[in-house]
């Protein structure tokens, strides 16, 4: 009995270990890359519609090889039938409900004119990988983690109903789902180290590095706790620079993704982004392309966030 009890024992601190020892992390960047190539090397969104279908197909068929049952949440909108893609982890008494949600999500459709590599290519790859990475982890009981991939988040959708994240969060707030965290990943792959690389709204500057080499975690001040606590956990876990803002919501950029739709439903969000227009000089261009990324940059920032991640959802 004594040598069954250890060997459960020690199967399950395995399966409690992090991502990493999970899922070996060395070929991080090639996949990232390979992710991008896939789903950014051409225009998708509803102006194009068969390459909208080609990335949504690709991002399902890399999930569901990953072993999860994919989840599509379609709705009609402006005379188009689109859809989210959802996937989960969860320790959940059968027949309960999840007393606290975790969010990890991403925009896959692109600009009107652009392939959108980085915008938002490199957030949805790495929102695969993270999948990826947490298949085999076991949240504390109680706790799921829902990976999401939404449409419809840029022009003419953006800020509207017909968002992907907009119709995500409402259905959740009707169900009267806890969602403790919204965790969106947006534009994460371009870093320089140049000086005066990086820009930032009126009035934040004197605060921040005038290089672009770092991760940010953003939000408005309804947020700011979340903000706080991703940003702590992220720089515990890695060495790549990282740098927050909690800000009014009329501050430039500051509510310039998905993580805004939760703030609505009155859920804390945060975006983690590269900043975007405010560094990346192929921000909704024809030239945002997958050669433009920095892979080995996203990995190291897409290895932090699993580790905050994992914070989160082991947490009783």
Request: no cysteine.
């Amino acid at each position: 009995m004594s040598t069954l009890f250890n060997t459960t024992m020690a199967v399950l601190a395995a399966a409690l270990t992090a991502p990493a020892a999970a899922a070996p992390q060395a070929d991080l960047p090639a996949r990232l890359a390979a992710h991008v190539r896939h789903i950014a090397s051409s225009e998708h969104n509803t102006s194009t519609p068969a390459a909208l279908e080609k990335a949504a197909l690709y991002l399902e068929a890399t999930l569901a090889a990953q072993g999860y049952a994919v989840r599509r949440d379609e709705y009609a909108y402006d005379g188009q039938r689109v859809r989210n893609l959802e996937v989960s982890i969860a320790n959940i008494a059968k027949g309960k409900r999840p007393e606290r949600v975790y969010i990890v999500g991403a925009h896959y459709d692109s600009a009107p004119g652009t392939p959108g590599a980085n915008d938002n290519g490199s957030g949805t790859a790495a929102v695969l990988e993270l999948a990826r990475m947490f298949k085999r982890v076991i949240p504390a009981p109680g706790n799921e983690l829902r990976f999401v991939l939404f449409v419809n988040e840029e022009p003419p959708y953006f800020g509207g109903e017909g968002m992907g994240s907009r119709h995500h969060a409402r259905a959740l707030k009707a169900r009267g789902e806890r969602v403790e965290a919204a965790l969106v990943l947006e534009t994460i792959g371009y870093y320089s180290s140049d000086k005066n690389s990086q820009r930032y709204p009126p009035g934040v500057s004197a605060f921040y590095p005038d290089q672009g080499n770092f991760i940010a975690f953003v939000g408005t001040l309804g947020s700011t706790g979340l903000v706080r606590k991703t940003v702590a956990a992220f720089r515990k876990a890695s060495t790549f620079p990282a740098e927050s803002l909690a800000a009014p919501s009329f501050v430039k950029g500051v509510t310039w993704s998905d993580h805004t739709s939760y703030n609505k439903e009155g859920y804390d969000a945060v975006m983690i982004t590269d900043t975007a227009t405010m560094r990346y000089p192929h921000y909704h261009r024809g030239s945002d392309t997958p050669d433009k990324l920095d892979y080995a940059s996203m990995g190291k920032v897409v290895e932090g966030m699993a580790s905050v991640i994992q914070g989160m959802i082991q947490a009783r």
